[in-house]
């Protein structure tokens, strides 16, 4: 299985990459034969993938790392990077590769001080003599500071380190550090391919997977995790449900609440099963042990933690209701689609009845401010506006 087995419906960038993994093999057989560096080299030092929701960013950006990385005898042959079964290459796919730093984080930014050890490991030189390659999957989330620590890095790199970032648009990305990188964009996968990779490679039964695959449009995160996961379907079938109950002023109010309490919930869910693991580990490290009472000077790094769990539940909470408005968004968009009559499938046929009783009961113009309440929400919440006068506001909206 070679390591671009998991991109799904990205041929283009795929083949960019294989290109640029070949030049990346030929630059580091030259530099061993002390050959000059080839001219057309289509390998370069920085790489920003963009893209919507679940088209793969950071999947193409790991498989990159792993091609960078591969060490098969059949490249002697001809064959080209990225066999997906050596050791580079498996190291580098399951996050163990001395030389492969991926990025991602639970909290809602990146700052300075985490920007400054990436930088400072970005210098090193690779200790499998190939590249060291730094993957950062949230690259929009670096605050300014942060991303200023950055640019030097990707102005001036060092011989052997790729940075790899990962964004979901160039916009978000400050504009001196993407001129200094390759762009590759990511289109969102077909319906069809995201369901023939949920059957083929997890298992799951195809009426499951075609369902799943359609009623995310395509994000195959969102499509394994409701194919799998009850509690995401449930989920989502209580979010499929609020169209209907907010009829009044008492409905719009209830629904925000029970909205915002089952983003809560998850959080918490999420926060007990990781808080509890990283505080006992903590306390073991600092010598505390099971329990027991903390060493003198230990209650700075115990605050640190609490407040880094804090950030992180915050985020959590957020990314839970900005999937649920996304659900939202695709229920009104289901209406317009019957309302005007296109001829674009229906994401949520489970609960056509529904769809086709708002459709019948209102114009595509309302549907329309309606769809424009929910992303209003959304960038509300952006903007850090608490949670629940965002969702009763748009609860409201949703009712007029």
């Not at 369901?195 to 298992?203: E, T, Y």
Request: one cysteine or more; glycine letters at 8%; hydrophobic letters at 40%.
């Amino acid at each position: 299985m070679a390591v671009w087995d998991d991109l799904v419906g990205q041929a283009r960038v795929e083949e960019q990459l294989a290109a640029a993994a070949r030049d990346a093999d030929a630059l580091v057989t030259s530099h061993a034969a002390g050959e000059p560096d080839p001219d057309t080299s289509k390998m370069t030092h920085a790489w920003l993938f963009t893209g919507p929701p679940g088209s793969g960013r950071a999947t193409a950006a790991r498989a990159f790392a792993a091609a960078l990385q591969c060490v098969s005898p059949d490249r002697a042959l001809g064959g080209a990077p990225g066999c997906g079964f050596c050791d580079g290459c498996h190291t580098a796919l399951i996050g163990t590769h001395a030389d492969v730093e991926v990025v991602r984080t639970d909290l809602l930014s990146i700052g300075v001080k985490e920007t400054r050890e990436l930088v400072r490991r970005a210098q090193l030189s690779p200790a499998g003599g190939r590249w060291q390659v730094i993957v950062l999957e949230d690259a929009d989330r670096l605050t300014e500071g942060a991303g200023n620590v950055l640019l030097k890095a990707v102005e001036e790199p060092a011989p052997r380190t790729v940075w790899l970032l990962c964004a979901p648009s160039l916009e978000d990305v400050l504009p001196t550090i993407r001129s200094r990188c390759r762009h590759l964009t990511l289109r969102t996968p077909p319906v069809d391919a995201v369901a023939d990779v949920l059957v083929r490679r997890d298992g799951i039964e195809p009426q499951v997977a075609a369902a799943a695959a359609r009623a995310t449009q395509g994000h195959i995160d969102r499509a394994r995790r409701l194919a799998t996961d009850e509690r995401a379907r449930a989920r989502r079938s209580v979010v499929l449900k609020l169209p209907l109950r907010v009829g009044d002023i008492g409905g719009c109010l209830k629904a925000a609440q029970e909205l915002v309490d089952a983003a809560g919930e998850d959080s918490k869910q999420i926060a007990e099963e990781i808080d509890t693991k990283e505080t006992e580990e903590l306390r073991t490290a600092l010598g505390g042990g099971q329990g027991g009472r903390m060493p003198r000077g230990t209650a700075g790094a115990m605050k640190e933690l609490e407040e880094r769990q804090k950030r992180r539940k915050t985020r959590t909470q957020r990314d839970s209701l900005d999937l649920a408005l996304t659900d939202l968004t695709a229920f009104y968009r289901d209406v317009l689609a019957l309302q005007l009559g296109a001829r674009t499938p229906i994401a949520n046929e489970d609960v056509r009845d529904s769809l086709e009783r708002i459709a019948r009961d209102t114009a595509p113009e309302r549907t329309l401010r309606r769809i424009e309440a929910v992303l209003a929400c959304r960038e509300a919440l952006d903007r850090n506006v608490a949670p629940l006068l965002a969702v009763e506001a748009m609860t409201m909206a949703l009712r007029d």
